[in-house]
């Protein structure tokens, strides 16, 4: 091997380790693992008849890990709620679910970007600390009115201390 | 140790056989055509998502989007891949016997007839599903089974081409196999390993479920099936022009190639690592657990060893050549470099743009900033210069001195300039698209949508500039693909000449040295992809039997 084929090789699989490590240390220490990862079920043709998605929305959460779940339908081609509002500074675990084809579920300007599809629920935790509007729409092909599926979460004042 | 024969090095194929050269060009007809219609649907689209344009006679966006991917992304390349590989084949192993080729022609014949079965339902409006075709949308039992058809082409096609290489090591035993031959070899052996995937999601799910033999639909194992392949499919777009980069381009300079057993292993590593990281295009799909994901990002890392292998080749290569040129100082060999070879200029324009396409690929496969990007036109804008830019440009370099090659012509002076303004229109309208696409994808604007002001959205109405940006670009781009039709024609008309166009294969500065065996044992090759298949597959595709993830019925939403 050439002497500078070495020196190359060593620095380029150095930047590969360095990589690993830096999104090791991200998934395992910072929590920062994919969203809708895991299995968890759901009957695509009776996802309304589910207590959880019957009329999907924001409602206070059971579990101490956050404060509100936040349920939605992404269906063709609407998503349900059509807008929500969320007390700023709040912990919020999005489930989305679909009973047709799949969609996207992106809020824009945050980190939630996931899959919808029918027969799982995706889900991802996060807290709002602004105060703002988030344009919610589908990034996946689902049909001819893909690009009309919106949605709003809008971040208000209010703090969790009213509720 | 490895020798060379006598005969071996006084007379070695120099030419593609004249039957074989039939075979090549019936393929490479088919690239142009492609290249043409796949072209004329991209500047639609992106005139459609400028907000200033609508389709005439009641097209849809989806379906032009559907016809775009299928015929660019699939037929097109492997109609090249075919035709290139038959050639490379043919040059460096000597003439395909009777059986070889006529694996190859009917190869062709499944192809072209399940082109034109997938064709005729996208034209009809029944497969609007895009290339991807995730379930539960249904397309016509027909949509799928004609791309079905054109994978088994592949598969035929490549049988042969895999018969002329091991045939070659038979009458030639103990000897170093010519590296184009060895390349074509690895390549097709990835692609029978990744396309059961694919082959399997179609024959065993779709097929019965769009027939209406089954209700529903196991949508979580047909995405991850199609994701075993698809991603491997990039790799074998991307590797025939890896086999330009190392065997050819040096031959194009006048220079040897930095080293012929580097460049064996770094294909042996692309087989291992371009299969088992599927997942990665599903980082944020549920039903998949998050060790999985995390494993399989890990082993889409470890291409980053042979892109740089390849990287460094090359500029050794290139840095070689300027100073035995005379070039001094630390840059000087740049300026050396061979700018009126509109072949050189082409992939060396697709080299570049895979520096930044490269990059790209390592935001998109980090599990958390994918979360970002995942599904923006980010995305489209990566794929734009990785499989768009240095693919597609080395494709034209090799249909350069292939084409004239194969009908007995030569590159004159003025298909050389039209390469050149080639080279540099296609550059241009790539840059301006691809760099327009990453940007609003970081804004957030969504991929494969048509044109929407999302309910009067402010930050939708930020995505329209770059929109109209794009449209910019793809006029551009369609302008270079009207030069590359009209280079193609060039190559292929005008008087035969006695002294004809090289196929340039380049000889290694380690070319004497004795081969690394292992990268030729072919059941050490297979039992190590299939491992690395294992570990990365069997849990998440068991669990996707057994957790009892309903299934999906079918529906046509377009």
């Excluded at chain 2, 991807?132 to 089974?145: K, S, W």
């Excluded at chain 2, 892109?307 to 000087?332: C, H, I, P, Q």
Aim: hydrophobic share 50%; net charge neutral.
């Amino acid at each position: 091997m050439h002497k500078y084929e070495k020196i190359w090789i060593t620095l380029g699989t150095s930047a590969l380790a360095l990589f690993l490590i830096i999104l090791g240390i991200s998934a395992v220490h910072g929590g920062h693992t994919p969203a809708a990862s895991g299995i968890e079920t759901i009957n695509p043709e009776h996802v309304r008849d589910d207590a959880r998605f019957k009329e999907p929305g924001l409602v206070k959460s059971k579990s101490s890990d956050h404060d509100y779940d936040l349920y939605f339908v992404a269906s063709a081609f609407m998503y349900e709620p059509g807008e929500v509002e969320i007390p700023v500074g709040s912990t919020v675990k999005v489930h989305v679910t679909s009973p047709d084809v799949v969609h996207g579920f992106q809020v824009v300007g945050t980190n939630i970007n996931m899959m919808a599809e029918p027969g799982l629920i995706s889900t991802y935790e996060m807290t709002f600390d602004e105060t703002g509007e988030h344009l919610i729409l589908c990034n996946e092909y689902c049909g001819v009115g893909h690009a009309d599926m919106t949605s709003k979460l809008i971040i208000v004042d209010g703090g969790k201390e009213n509720d | 140790m490895t020798n060379y024969t006598t005969a071996q090095m006084l007379a070695p194929n120099t030419k593609v056989d004249k039957k074989d050269a039939k075979l090549v060009l019936a393929n490479m007809i088919w690239v142009a055509f492609a290249l043409l219609i796949g072209g004329t649907a991209g500047l639609l689209q992106t005139l459609v998502r400028s907000g200033h344009f609508e389709l005439p006679f009641g097209i849809g966006y989806y379906q032009l989007l559907t016809l775009h991917g299928v015929i660019l992304a699939l037929v097109m390349t492997f109609f090249f891949i075919m035709g290139f590989q038959i050639a490379a084949l043919s040059r460096t192993s000597g003439p395909l016997n009777k059986k070889e080729r006529t694996l190859g022609w009917i190869g062709f014949w499944v192809m072209t007839i399940g082109t034109l079965m997938s064709a005729t339902m996208i034209a009809l409006n029944e497969a609007s599903v895009l290339y991807t075709f995730y379930a539960p949308l249904q397309a016509h039992v027909i949509h799928y089974i004609g791309l079905a058809l054109v994978i088994v082409g592949t598969w035929i096609s490549v049988a042969g081409q895999m018969m002329r290489y091991f045939r070659w090591r038979r009458e030639n035993k103990g000897q170093k196999t010519p590296l184009l031959s060895y390349m074509t070899a690895v390549n097709n052996l990835m692609w029978y390993v990744c396309t059961i995937g694919v082959a399997s999601t179609v024959l065993f799910q779709f097929v019965p479920w769009s027939l209406g033999l089954v209700e529903t639909i196991n949508i979580t194992l047909s995405r991850t099936l199609f994701w075993y392949f698809g991603h491997a499919l990039v790799y074998f777009w991307l590797l025939p022009a890896y086999m330009v980069w190392y065997a050819v381009t040096p031959k194009i300079l006048g220079a040897k190639g930095f080293s012929d057993n580097l460049a064996r292993l770094s294909f042996v590593l692309f087989l291992f690592f371009s299969i088992p990281v599927g997942i990665h295009h599903q980082l944020v799909d549920p039903g998949i657990d998050a060790f999985w994901k995390g494993l399989q990002v890990v082993l889409t890392f470890m291409v980053i060893v042979p892109s740089l292998m390849t990287a460094f080749s090359m500029f050794a290569v290139f840095e070689t050549y300027g100073r035995n040129k005379g070039a001094t100082g630390l840059l000087d060999w740049f300026k050396k470099l061979p700018w009126t070879d509109a072949r050189f200029v082409l992939l060396f324009i697709g080299m570049l743009f895979f520096i930044p396409g490269g990059l790209g690929g390592i935001i998109n496969a980090s599990g958390q900033m994918n979360q970002l990007v995942h599904n923006t036109i980010w995305i489209v804008g990566h794929f734009h210069i990785t499989v768009g830019a240095p693919v597609i440009l080395t494709y034209f370099a090799a249909m350069m001195f292939l084409l004239p090659h194969l009908t007995g012509r030569k590159i004159d002076k003025i298909a050389n300039r039209l390469g050149l303004m080639l080279a540099y229109t296609w550059a241009l309208g790539m840059g301006i698209m691809s760099a327009a696409m990453h940007f609003a994808g970081l804004r957030g604007a969504p991929r494969r949508s048509t044109f929407s002001e999302y309910g009067g959205a402010e930050v939708a109405e930020e995505w329209i500039t770059y929109q109209v940006m794009q449209a910019v670009g793809g006029s551009f781009l369609f302008i270079a693909i009207i030069i590359a039709i009209l280079l193609f024609l060039k190559l292929v008309t005008g008087p035969k000449v006695n002294d004809v166009e090289e196929f340039p294969v380049a000889e290694f500065m380690d070319q004497y040295d004795p081969a690394v065996k292992w990268v030729d044992n072919w059941r050490l090759l297979i039992i190590i992809t299939a491992f690395l298949v294992l570990i990365a597959y069997t849990v998440p595709i068991t669990q996707m039997f057994t957790e009892n993830i309903p299934g999906a019925k079918g529906f046509k939403l377009w």
